[in-house]
C-alpha cells in the first residue's frame, strides 16, 4: 500500500546537508538583507499564508489551498509584500486593485476523489481504495453522481500503443515521465490525453512519474475528466492493474471520480509596487517581477521568488547602496487566476513605467535542488529519491538571448560558484552561447512575463537589446535575465545581490513543500 498523502512532508530524502555553498568574496558579505537565513524568514512568513487558507478551508472542503488571487490568502500575500516594501523605508509603495477581466473565469475543484472499487474477484473482503494523491485538472467535469468506469492502461499513450488499445468506455491510465519538469511536458503530455479522449476514453489519469507522492496541477485541458496521481500512488495503481491482469480480472478492476467544482467571475485582485528612484538615470527603469500567488505551499513556486523579491527591494532601500536607474519592484497576482494577470494590470496602470524601462527581470522557482534515485527501497517496492548537493532551478533565460546579459549571467555563475551549464546552440543564424535549456523565448509563457508588452519578451532591439549594449546596467543588475528567469535571480549575482545565492542553503522547498510540484 502507497503512504498516505502527507501535506507539507517532504516526498524525498532530505538528509541534514544542504547543498555545496556559495562563494561570497570579500566585501560583498556585508548585504544583511539577502543571506538565505534572511529569505527562508521571508519564505516561512509567504508559505504561511497557504497554511492558513489550508486551515480555514477557504476553497471548498479543504483539498486545495494556496496563496489563490481573488481570495484572502492572495490578498494577505501582497498587502504582506507592501508591508515589507514600506518596513525597509521606501517611500512609494503603491497598492493597485484591479478587477477580474469580464467574462473571465476561474475554475476551482472544490472537492474530489479517486476511488478504486473493491471487488470480490480480487479476494474476499477486498475494500475501496481512495488514492489521496489524486488531483483534478481544470477545466475537468463529471456527473454529481461521479464517473465510474473501468480502467485501461495506455502506456505512453504514443500512436504506436494507442493502435493496439482499446479505451473506448474506460479510463485510460496515461504514464507521464518528466524529462525535466512538469512544464515542460505540457506539450507532450497533454495532445496523448486529448488522443485519448478522441479515441473514447472516458477520463484519464496521468500518473505522474516523479518522486514520493505528491499533487501536481499541471497538464490543463486536456479534453475531458483529467486527473494526475502522484508517483508512488501511481506506481501503486499500475501494480494492481498487473496483478489483476496476472489474474484474469482486469476487466473487474474499476474507478470512480468524484468532482464538484465550481467557476468564479468578478473577483477582485492587487499587485503591490516598490519603487526605489535612481540616483543617476532615474527616468530609466528596471523593473524586477515576482509573482505571489501560488497553489498549495508554493515554497518554490513562487515563494522563494517573491522571498528574494522583497529581500532584493530592501537591499537596494538602504541609502548607502542607491541605484543608479529607478527600480521598480512587483509582488504581482494572479499569475494562476484567469482574467486577473497581475504584470498585465501593472503595464496597464504604470504605462510611464512601462515606457522607460530597459529591463524586466522575472524572479521565479530560483530555488530547488537536484534528486536523485536513492539506494535505498521502500516495503511497498518504491525506489525513493534524495535530495543531493546540486541546485536544480528549472530554467534561466535572456529573452533576447543579448550577449552582453548572456556573458553577465556567465561571470556571476563563475564568480559566485553556481550550478549552471553553458551551452552554445545554433541558431540558423549564427552561433550564440545559451545559458541553458529550454531557452525563454518569445513564445515562452511561463510566468508573468507574457503579460508585458512584446517590447519586454524578446525580439531584436527591444528592452534586454538595449540593455545588453549598455554597460551601466550591471550595477543594478543582480539578477540577469528576461522573461521565465527561473533560477536567475539565485544564480547569476553578478552584482550585488550575491548573497541571494546562500537562500539555497536554507531556502529549498522541501522543508515546506511536499504537494505543489
Ligand atoms: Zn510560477
Known amino acids: 500500500m502507497p503512504p498516505a498523502f502527507e501535506p507539507h512532508v517532504p516526498p524525498v530524502i532530505v538528509g541534514e546537508r544542504g547543498v555545496a555553498p556559495a562563494v561570497v568574496p570579500p566585501g560583498e558579505d556585508a548585504f544583511t538583507a539577502l543571506t538565505g537565513g534572511a529569505l527562508q524568514v521571508h519564505l516561512a512568513s509567504i508559505v504561511q499564508f497557504s497554511r492558513t487558507s489550508r486551515e480555514k478551508r477557504e476553497i471548498g472542503s479543504g483539498q486545495l489551498w494556496g496563496r489563490i488571487t481573488g481570495f484572502p490568502s492572495g490578498h494577505d500575500t501582497v498587502s504582506w509584500a507592501a508591508g515589507r516594501f514600506e518596513e525597509a523605508g521606501i517611500d512609494d509603495v503603491r497598492r493597485q486593485p484591479f478587477d477580474q477581466e469580464p467574462g473571465a473565469e476561474f ?203 522583497v529581500g532584493l527591494a530592501r537591499h537596494f532601500a538602504t541609502e548607502a547602496d542607491p541605484p543608479r536607474r529607478t527600480l521598480v519592484f512587483v509582488a504581482s497576482a494572479g499569475h494562476h487566476s484567469p482574467g486577473m494577470n497581475g504584470p498585465r494590470n501593472f503595464v496597464a496602470m504604470n504605462p510611464a513605467f512601462a515606457d522607460s524601462s530597459v529591463l524586466a527581470l522575472n524572479i521565479e522557482h530560483v530555488a530547488q535542488r537536484n534528486l536523485s534515485p536513492a539506494r535505498s527501497v521502500a516495503a511497498d517496492g518504491y525506489r525513493e529519491f534524495v535530495a543531493d548537493a546540486g541546485e536544480a532551478p528549472i530554467v534561466a533565460g535572456v529573452s533576447n538571448a543579448a550577449p552582453f546579459l548572456e556573458d553577465l549571467f556567465r561571470r556571476g555563475v563563475e564568480r559566485y560558484g553556481t550550478n549552471f551549464v553553458f551551452r552554445s546552440v545554433d541558431d540558423g543564424q549564427r552561433r550564440r552561447r545559451r545559458l541553458s535549456r529550454p531557452r525563454c523565448g518569445d513564445r515562452h509563457h511561463h510566468a508573468g512575463a507574457a503579460a508585458l508588452p512584446h517590447q519586454w519578451r524578446g525580439g531584436r532591439g527591444d528592452l534586454g537589446a538595449r540593455a545588453g549594449t549598455d554597460g551601466a546596467v550591471p550595477r543594478l543588475l543582480p539578477q540577469a535575465g528576461g522573461c521565465g528567469a527561473a533560477g536567475t535571480a539565485q544564480s547569476a549575482g553578478v552584482g550585488r545581490a550575491v548573497t541571494i545565492a546562500r537562500a539555497r542553503l536554507s531556502a529549498s522547498c522541501f522543508p515546506f513543500d511536499g504537494v505543489n510540484r
Open 107 to 309: 475554475w476551482l475543484p472544490l472537492s474530489w476523489e479517486m476511488r478504486l472499487l473493491g471487488d470480490p474477484a480480487f479476494g474476499a473482503g477486498t475494500e475501496d481504495l481512495v488514492l489521496t494523491t489524486a488531483m483534478p485538472l481544470a477545466p475537468s467535469a463529471v456527473p454529481p453522481e461521479g464517473l465510474e468506469a473501468p480502467l485501461v492502461h495506455a502506456g505512453f499513450g504514443t500512436v504506436a500503443e494507442l493502435t493496439q488499445i482499446d479505451v473506448r468506455g474506460k479510463v485510460a491510465v496515461l504514464h507521464v515521465t518528466p524529462q525535466g519538469h512538469l512544464v515542460f511536458e505540457r506539450g507532450a503530455a497533454v495532445p496523448r490525453a486529448r488522443a485519448l479522449f478522441e479515441r473514447g476514453a472516458l477520463g484519464v489519469i496521468n500518473v505522474i512519474d516523479l518522486p514520493g507522492n505528491e499533487r501536481a496541477r499541471d497538464f490543463s485541458n486536456c479534453g475531458g475528466p483529467c486527473f494526475n496521481l502522484g508517483g508512488r500512488d501511481g506506481r501503486f495503481l499500475e501494480t494492481v492493474m498487473d496483478r489483476a491482469a496476472d489474474a484474469g480480472v482486469l476487466d473487474r478492476l474499476r474507478v470512480r471520480f468524484a468532482l464538484e467544482t465550481t467557476r468564479r467571475s468578478g473577483l477582485s485582485a492587487h499587485n503591490a509596487i516598490a519603487v526605489i528612484p535612481g540616483s543617476e538615470r532615474p527616468d530609466e527603469t528596471i523593473i524586477i517581477n515576482a509573482h505571489a500567488d501560488a497553489w498549495f505551499d508554493g515554497a518554490d513556486d513562487n515563494g522563494d521568488g517573491l522571498a528574494v523579491l
